[in-house]
């Protein structure tokens, strides 16, 4: 168990030196992954505060990202589509930016489905199970989310680390850094987290109240 916390004094210093080679050389050490979970709830419990000081931002900060990166990959495409059957002409970025876009708009999308409730959600079976039973699933689920997004944080951050530290521009521009675009990977699972513990603690609300525990999900709903 200790090893996991080997070259701790590593990983914080290279943290609170804020240079990116010395991030990405230190990505490999034990210490990263308790670190990096650590890190993931602090933030996800951050995130969860301003949704409750912030109803708008509860509401729409998803939705938000989602409809305007997918409003951007459609506008690109529209218009280099026509610049380059009409005009003869393209953007050379056209190409590399909309998947980046997508990216965006599918892990921020993961999160917003996670507070609907639209991922495990197996109603039909839950609903025939015990009232203990239904509850042990709910918590399984949080745990099960808490622990894809722990992987997904800390890979996905060591890639963000690793293209920082290689200098990885975007293809088709000259100075837009590809690891601006990578950071809305843990960003994204690190809002999922927030939406786990909002859904959590309202579960054990309504688990203490004796109010129905499973509910309809519907996918787009609210």
């Known amino acids: 168990m200790l090893n996991w916390f080997q070259g701790t004094s590593e990983v914080v210093t290279a943290l ?29 419990g951050l995130i969860l505060t301003v949704y409750r000081l912030n ?8 939705p938000t990202v989602m409809v305007v990166s997918y409003l951007a990959i459609g506008a690109i495409i529209f218009v280099e589509v026509f610049r380059r059957f009409v005009l003869q002409q393209q953007a050379p970025w056209s190409t590399t930016l909309p998947p980046f876009l997508f990216l965006i708009m599918t892990w921020f999308g993961c999160s917003y489905n996670v507070k609907l409730r639209t991922h495990l959600a197996f109603i039909e079976f839950r609903s025939a199970m015990p009232r203990i039973g239904q509850f042990s699933c709910l918590v ?28 990885q521009i975007m293809l088709g521009t000259d100075n837009v850094m590809q690891w601006w ?19 959590l603690i309202t579960d054990i609300a309504r688990f203490k109240r004796g109010d129905e525990l499973i509910q309809p999900a519907v996918i787009g709903g609210d």
């Open 140 to 167: 399984l689920d949080a745990a099960l989310w808490i622990g894809f997004s722990w992987v997904v944080f800390v890979t996905s951050m060591r890639v963000v680390a690793n293209s920082a530290a290689n200098f």
């Open 16 to 44: 609170l030196s804020a240079d990116s080679w010395q991030i990405s050389q230190v990505m490999g050490q034990p210490a990263v992954w308790p670190l990096g979970l650590l890190a993931m709830i602090i933030a996800a």
């Open 55 to 62: 109803p708008w931002t509860e509401r729409s900060l998803e």
């Open 181 to 199: 675009f990578l950071l809305a990977v843990p960003l994204s699972f690190t809002s999922l987290v927030a939406r786990v513990f909002e859904n």
